[in-house]
């Protein structure tokens, strides 16, 4: 074994852990200016992620351009995050992500 090496299997490292940076993931609620539709998501990169939805390039929100950001949260994770949009997807979180979405609609837009 060569000295300073790690034996196999090295730890896997997330994105961002190997620069010694961490990663902050967001989760997001867009507003389709066509048909009021809301839409939620998670991201590294909300502004990235907004003009990929705006430009068609998500399929499943293609049919619904243009987008308005209306909502972020900070998590520190992506398995966080990720628990977070499940859950406002989810048949019990629906009523927090509708007062979500009446208390920011107005703001931004």
């Known amino acids: 074994m060569l000295l ?22 967001y989760l997001y609620i867009l507003k389709s200016l066509q048909n009021d539709n809301c839409y939620v ?9 907004l003009s990929n939805h705006n430009s068609g390039k998500v399929k499943s929100t293609r049919s619904r351009r243009p987008f308005a950001l209306i909502y972020t949260e900070q998590h520190t994770s992506m ?20 007062d979500i979405i009446e208390k920011y609609n107005n703001i931004g837009v």
């Open 4 to 25: 300073g090496c790690s034996p196999w299997p090295r730890p896997r490292l997330s994105r961002g852990q190997a620069s010694g940076k961490t990663m902050k993931y």
């Open 41 to 49: 998501g998670i991201t590294a990169d909300v502004r990235k992620r």
């Open 79 to 98: 398995p966080e995050a990720r628990l977070r949009e499940k859950y406002l997807k989810s048949y019990s979180g629906v009523g927090e992500k509708r």
